[in-house]
């Protein structure tokens, strides 16, 4: 049973930058695509970014292009979310998830964080 742990929300202005971390326990990461979510109040949880197993091939929503970046570190088992120039509609909690199988899909998941709340005021 993979548990994953995110760190790294908060309050900032913005056009200002977080970057989110996301820890996992109890499995190997490397053996699971790293999809990063959000659900903002009233809206469903949408995809954001994903990256594969081992390649590293990065998909990302059309809203968080060129803005965010989602990276891995097999070694020290933890999955990123580099988050620049941000708005207000991105104010979300944001949430990573694993999946056997690189996908945008959030049914495809099987592990999920328990979020971190990122707000961005104007």
């Known amino acids: 049973q993979v548990q994953l742990v995110e760190s790294g929300g908060g309050l900032v202005q913005v056009g200002g930058s977080l970057r989110l971390s996301c820890a996992a326990s109890?499995?190997?990461?490397?053996?699971?695509?790293m999809g990063w979510f959000r659900q903002a109040p009233g809206k469903e949880r949408e995809f954001v970014a994903v990256?594969?197993?081992?390649?590293?091939?990065?998909f990302y929503v059309n809203s968080v292009k060129g803005r965010f970046t989602i990276s891995r570190d097999n070694v020290k088992n933890t999955a990123f979310l580099q988050m620049n120039s941000l708005k207000p509609e991105d104010t979300a909690v944001y949430y990573c998830?694993?999946?056997?199988?690189?996908?945008?899909?959030?049914?495809?998941?099987?592990?999920w964080g328990q979020g971190t709340q990122v707000t961005v005021s104007s």
């Open positions: 998830a694993a999946t056997s199988r690189t996908s945008t899909s959030r049914s495809d998941y099987d592990y």
């Open positions: 109890g499995g190997t990461l490397s053996n699971y695509a």
């Open positions: 990256i594969s197993r081992s390649l590293g091939i990065t």
